[in-house]
């Protein structure tokens, strides 16, 4: 344990001096990173248009107050919407998900060389896609509407649902799956017998869990014309009509408690 | 003599595994509400098929025009863009993870008082709420177009992740050490310093790296609704139809995401 002597008085210290100065080194270069982005990023900014933002806020408050509630009649089928998007999304991610996790798994994979990179790149080039442009692409081939965004929804989930559950196959008990092997079962039954029953549980809660968060992604992706609730809230925005934009964001508020409510209770229910 | 043994009656009947869901009443409520919903999602969900029919060919020519990505014809657009999204991201995770870190202390039952626990968790879950586009949409709207808006939705977007998670590791954390740190006769900032901070900085650094990650993939959208980054470049190219630029775009953004995923997968090993 470093020491330092001082005036004849021992100090303890938590490290030697060469990892002390190695981390301020870093610390160093991190503070010079950030004051460096900070410069370029403001350099980028019209501070007039900043320093006017709070009054511009409270001017869109005041817009936005008293809601138009009468405007909540149209929206039940958009929030409808929303939640198939999210939910049929989920489902198909799930379907697909499930034989690539297999696939890209260490254990499970069938070709270490071969499949496993290419089911890794499936999983990375989901995921670094976010909804929305996901979303923006297919609307260009297959025309706006919820389809869409199912479609949309469903790639960048696969991504999610397969790298959680890949780890998960990574992490289970081998010794379970030799007592299923010694039993003299083939492939496909030790899949069934040794493996799925290890997993089931995490796979259950990623799939809820992945469903709440896409409740959350799919109220945006009618900005780009994929159906739900984004549409009317493009439309209300691009209209200036701004106590309906308050209208539409509560019931977003209230979807999105909704779901993390029920999300949370299912997950609990399972693990 | 016949000595009668539960399991007796078994021999002979096949093994079926146990259900999911143990509740038999439950299992089947559940399936059938499942059908119904199915059933109704997709009756409700209207696909103009014969649209789709026609998206089919129309998808061919899209893939095949973003073959082979190009590049060198935009490579100074999709550099700035690239470099403003990685800007926005880093000030975006530091500035974010800096408020968080108050707000998260505050948010942990364990540590702080029952009003600024309130307060505290208050904050995180209205900046959960919402998602990073529809803050980066009405921060376009008050501070105007470019990296400032971005800079601002994924900031918050990044407090309510990093500070929830930060304030459930605070409630796990082993007590004992705490205890035994505060019976030295610690202040309260070096007890923050010495018995909290080592127990949630490893897992802490992890997520920390992983809310980059997210940070950089977000900043890929919000310049579709003006916010800055790579995002606007993104846009542009689709509007004209240079599919060849979005595809190299893309495959940068994928580029970029594993590598600081690889990164982040290092750090972590090195730090825990």
């Known amino acids: ?271 | 003599m016949t000595l009668s043994h539960p399991t007796e009656s078994l021999v002979g009947r096949r093994w079926k595994r146990p259900p999911f869901i143990a509740n038999p009443m439950l299992r089947w409520c559940l399936a059938l509400g499942a059908a119904i919903y199915l059933a109704v999602a997709f009756g409700t969900m209207e696909v103009n098929w014969s649209r789709v029919a026609d998206g089919l060919p129309r998808a061919q020519r899209f893939l095949s025009s973003f073959f082979p990505p190009d590049f060198t014809s935009r490579a100074e657009d999709i550099f700035d863009g690239i470099l403003e999204s990685l800007w926005m991201t880093v000030i975006s995770t530091v500035v974010g993870i800096a408020i968080s870190i108050p707000v998260g202390l505050g948010a942990a039952r364990n540590l702080s008082p029952r009003p600024v626990y309130l307060f505290s968790r208050a904050v995180l879950a209205i900046s959960r709420t919402f998602p990073e586009i529809i803050v980066a949409l009405f921060a376009v709207k008050l501070f105007g177009f470019g990296p400032f808006a971005g800079f601002l939705a994924l900031s918050l977007g990044t407090i309510g992740f990093y500070g929830k998670l930060l304030a459930e590791d605070i409630e796990d954390m082993d007590p004992v050490q705490a205890e035994a740190v505060k019976a030295t006769g610690s202040s309260w900032f070096q007890w923050l310093n010495y018995a909290v901070q080592p127990q949630v900085m490893p897992r802490m650094i992890g997520l920390g790296m992983y809310r980059f990650d997210i940070n950089f993939r977000e900043s890929a959208v919000v310049g579709i609704v003006g916010g800055g980054g790579i995002g606007a470049t993104l846009l542009t190219s689709f509007d004209r139809y240079e599919f060849d630029s979005s595809a190299a775009i893309l495959l940068i953004i994928i580029g970029i995401v594993m590598v600081v995923e690889y990164s982040s997968g290092y750090v972590r090993r090195w730090v825990q």
């Open chain 1, 1 to 271: 344990m470093p020491v330092n002597e001082k005036n004849g008085l021992k100090a303890w210290q938590r490290r030697d001096r060469n990892s002390q100065l190695l981390i301020w080194a870093i610390q160093f270069a991190a503070v010079a990173i950030f004051v460096y982005c900070w410069q370029l990023i403001s350099d980028k900014t019209i501070w007039m248009f900043v320093t006017d933002a709070p009054r511009q806020a409270a001017d869109m408050a005041s817009r936005m107050i008293p809601p138009k509630w009468d405007y909540l009649s149209t929206l039940w089928m958009p929030v409808w919407d929303t939640i198939t998007i999210a939910t049929l999304g989920t489902l198909m991610a799930i379907v697909m998900a499930f034989p690539i996790a297999f696939l890209a798994a260490r254990n499970t994979t069938p070709s270490k060389t071969f499949i496993r990179p290419i089911a890794l790149f499936i999983i990375v080039s989901s995921r670094s896609i976010n909804s929305l442009l996901w979303a923006l692409m297919l609307v260009m081939v297959i025309g706006p509407g919820v389809f869409a965004g199912v479609l949309a929804i469903g790639f960048r989930s696969i991504g999610f649902c397969a790298k959680l559950l890949y780890e998960a196959i990574e992490e289970i008990d081998e010794t379970q799956v030799e007592a299923v092997t010694a039993t003299g079962a083939n492939g496909p039954q030790i899949l069934n017998y040794g493996i799925v029953p290890q997993i089931l549980p995490a796979f259950a809660g990623i799939s809820v869990f992945r469903w709440d968060i896409n409740i959350r992604e799919s109220t945006v992706l009618g900005l780009v014309g994929a159906g739900g609730i984004g549409l009317q809230l493009n439309a209300s925005i691009n209209t200036v009509t701004w106590t309906q934009v308050s209208v539409i964001l509560l019931v977003i508020l209230g979807t999105v408690i909704v779901s993390e409510w029920v999300s949370a209770k299912v997950r609990h229910a399972i693990i």
